[in-house]
């Protein structure tokens, strides 16, 4: 799946964009906190920090670390506040 990073976590993780393999929300913030130390103040035991959102293939905003995912799926990190 592709993880794209718009606002601070594009500015923590240093790179717009990568592709991971997840097949649930919280093994994918685990895989990035991992891969991108900077992003671990972001990522929370529960999920992600209130000042950062993630929108599933531009459709909906997900939270619940156990939120399946899939290969083809696309995840934007992006600031809470990026949309003005």
């Known amino acids: 799946m592709y993880v794209e990073f718009l606002g ?3 500015e923590r993780a240093g790179v717009s964009e ?4 997840a097949s ?3 093994e994918l913030l685990g895989s990035l906190a ?3 130390p900077a992003l671990r103040e972001l990522i929370t035991p529960g ?4 000042s950062v959102a993630a929108s599933l293939n ?3 905003f997900i939270s619940d670390p156990d939120t399946s995912l899939s ?3 696309r995840l934007i990190l992006l600031s809470s506040d990026a949309g003005g």
């Open 8 to 10: 601070i976590p594009r």
């Open 47 to 50: 999920g992600l920090h209130a």
């Open 24 to 26: 649930t929300l919280g």
């Open 58 to 60: 531009g459709d909906l």
């Open 34 to 36: 991992a891969r991108f």
């Open 18 to 21: 990568v592709e991971l393999d």
């Open 71 to 73: 290969a083809g799926d």
